[in-house]
Structure formats: structure tokens, C-alpha cells
């Protein structure tokens, strides 16, 4: 089982940016999202596809349609440059896995 | 708050041993999942291996499978990452990260540099 990420998204402070994950059944699991900046652990920014954590701005959401679960960021800041790794536990294998991760970077 | 410490990092020789420890605080520790995560330098995010809160249940990362052993002692507040027949690919950050209810990664340490050179 595999999570497919894009390598990178960059936009403009003020827009939006989405960062995607595929995989197989993608619908039916947990997912979630991390935020790393450099220099830092992770930060969970997402769960259960679209739950967010306290703390952490409404700008974020979560989606999933299909095999593909998609981080949108609204209103984009300098801030939120960093990078996003999508995750689930995949029961079949029990195992953890995480996506390559996404750089955002705001332009 | 909730905090998690990482320590036992350092430069060791291939086929050498290493043990890290976690040290939580904040929170009851025999209440939640704890799972050990890797970043190796320039890298993305590795799963390592997980442990269950009565530490019935391990599971590990094929990659290290067979050389890696996750414990806890939740009298001491502590996980632990045994590892063993360390090879130059083991070089990473070694984070801890607890399991909330819904089994994500809620709080994460700082992580713990481990370097596998000769």
C-alpha cells in the first residue's frame, strides 16, 4: 500500500493551496496530515481525513473523494511554508505509512 | 502539557547496538499507543515500529524487522527503541510520537539524532 504525493505546490500569500494523496481505498481509512517546518518535529494539522486538532486554523481542511485525499489551505500565509505528509494505518499490513510529503512553498 | 524527550542518540559503528529512550510527561503514559518515527537527513517521514498501551501488541517496519525492539516501562514513564545490527541506512532523526484515541501521531518529541558511520 502506498500514499502518492506531489513533491511540491506553490501559491501565492492570500490564495489556496491543496496538496493531494492517493492510494487504493484511500476512502475507507483514517487519514491524516502533518505539518513539518525545517528544523522541527511534525505537527498533526489533520485527522480522520477532516478533523482538526485544537489549535489549529480553520483554514485548514480535509477532504477525500475516490483514492485521493486532498489538505486544502486557505488564505495562505508565509507561515504555513513547510512540509505535509499524509498518513494512515493500514490494518491489512499493520503498518504505519506515510506519504514522500509535499513542500509547500508560498511565493 | 503534554512533552516527549528523546535521548540515547550518537555516532555508532555499523553492525553495533544503540538503545533510545522517550520520557513522557503530561499526560497518563499507560494510557496511549506510542510509535517510533525516522527521518534520515533531506528525507520524508519513515514509520518505525508501534506498541500498544499493555504492550501485547508490536509492530514493525519491514526495514527493520528482526533487528529493532520497542518496549515501554510505564512505571518510568518510558519507551524505549532497542536496535541492533545498526546499518549506514539507520542513519536518521529518531522522533516518538504518541497515539491518540483515533490512533493518529498527537504530540511528537524533538527527536534524537542517530548516525551509523564508520
Known amino acids: 500500500f502506498f500514499l502518492t504525493q506531489p513533491p511540491s505546490v506553490s501559491v501565492p500569500p492570500g490564495q489556496t493551496a491543496t496538496i493531494s494523496c492517493g492510494g487504493d481505498n484511500i476512502g475507507i481509512k483514517n487519514l491524516d496530515w502533518y505539518q513539518q517546518k525545517p528544523g522541527q518535529a511534525p505537527v498533526l494539522v489533520m485527522y480522520?481525513?477532516?478533523a482538526r486538532p485544537s489549535g489549529i486554523p480553520e483554514r485548514f481542511s480535509g477532504s477525500n473523494s475516490g483514492n485521493t485525499a486532498t489538505l486544502t489551505i486557505n488564505r495562505v500565509e508565509a507561515g504555513d511554508e513547510a512540509d505535509y505528509y499524509c498518513?494512515?494505518?493500514?490494518?491489512?499490513?499493520?503498518?504505519?505509512?506515510f506519504g514522500r510529503g509535499t513542500k509547500l512553498t508560498v511565493l | 502539557q503534554v512533552r516527549l524527550v528523546e535521548s540515547g542518540g550518537g555516532v555508532v559503528q555499523p553492525g553495533r547496538s544503540l538503545r533510545l529512550s522517550c520520557v513522557a510527561s503530561g499526560f497518563t503514559f499507560g494510557s496511549n499507543g506510542l510509535d517510533w518515527v525516522r527521518q534520515a537527513p533531506g528525507k520524508g517521514l519513515e514509520w518505525v515500529a508501534f506498541m500498544s498501551i499493555d504492550g501485547d501488541n508490536k509492530y514493525y517496519a519491514d526495514s527493520v524487522k528482526g533487528r529493532f525492539t520497542i518496549s515501554r516501562d510505564n512505571s518510568k514513564n518510558t519507551l524505549f527503541l532497542e536496535m541492533s545490527s545498526l546499518r549506514l541506512e539507520d542513519t536518521s532523526v529518531y522522533f516518538c510520537?504518541?497515539?491518540?484515541?483515533?490512533?493518529?501521531?498527537?504530540?511528537w518529541g524533538q527527536g534524537t539524532l542517530v548516525t551509523v558511520s564508520s
Open positions: 498518513e494512515v494505518f493500514d490494518r491489512n499490513s499493520a503498518r504505519r505509512i
Open positions: 510520537a504518541r497515539n491518540s484515541e483515533r490512533g493518529s501521531l498527537d504530540y
Open positions: 480522520d481525513v477532516s
